[in-house]
């Protein structure tokens, strides 16, 4: 395979998750430019994205970090689990060293700043079609720089996309009669989800899987820097 192209790797359907509409329009013209993507179908919002991807799986999706409805990298461990092995790549401004490395651990197949040009878009393809990870070329990995962060990024990315789901209920303070009422199962399958949820986040309460959560948000990976659009 051509290591500059995505030759014929991607030939059915791409989704694009991003709420600013110029930014996603353009992403649009360059995935159909550099890939041979039958469709180019597109989201703003997370919960909008995760019901298209209930609908069929397509080749390729590529996110936003930042969206209306999530904060942090938990719209990425949310859409990784429900896209069952499709590449993921994030696309965002947000390109410091920390954030990318987090990223990587909430299982990104790739990361391209959004200020980049349509040549690197065709570069991170080609490495997503040969089973690679995609990196900008300045990132610089640092043992252990997320600190807590990236591991609690490691441990939520082990969570199934309805055990993701009922966790974000988790957090908006939801009990398990309302959560079940919500997501229409049974109160004990909830019960059940919520103690696989505290094994693995390996926490022995609910508040503390509220915490957990919370450090994946970018004020916990960059507590540092200013958070940008």
Not at 23 to 45: I, M
Not at 82 to 87: E, K, Q, T
Not at 99 to 117: D, E, N, T
Not at 156 to 176: E, M, V, W
Request: aromatic share 4%; net charge negative.
């Amino acid at each position: 395979m051509d290591r500059d192209t995505p030759a014929d790797a991607f030939t059915g359907w791409a989704l694009v998750v991003d709420d600013h509409p110029l930014f996603c329009d353009a992403l649009v013209l360059t995935l159909t430019s550099v890939a041979a993507f039958r469709e180019v179908r597109t989201s703003d919002r997370l919960e909008v994205a995760l019901s298209m991807l209930g609908e069929s799986l397509p080749d390729l999706v590529v996110l936003d970090l930042n969206l209306p409805d999530v904060s942090g990298l938990d719209g990425l461990i949310r859409l990784k689990a429900a896209a069952r092995g499709v590449p993921v790549i994030v696309a965002s401004s947000m390109a410091e060293n920390q954030v990318i490395s987090a990223a990587l651990k909430a299982g990104a197949s790739g990361f391209v700043p959004k200020h980049s040009p349509r040549s690197t878009f065709r570069e991170a393809l080609a490495a997503v079609a040969r089973g690679e990870t995609y990196l900008p070329a300045d990132f610089v990995e640092a043992e252990g720089e997320e600190g807590d962060a990236g591991d609690a990024v490691e441990r939520l990315s082990t969570l199934t996309a309805q055990q993701s789901r009922i966790l974000q209920l988790i957090c908006q303070g939801k009990l398990n009669k309302q959560i079940a009422y919500d997501l229409d199962i049974a109160e004990t399958t909830v019960k059940a989800h919520v103690t696989a949820i505290m094994r693995k986040l390996g926490v022995q309460s609910r508040t503390q899987a509220v915490l957990v959560a919370g450090q994946a948000r970018f004020s916990a990976v960059l507590p540092s820097a200013p958070v940008s659009s």
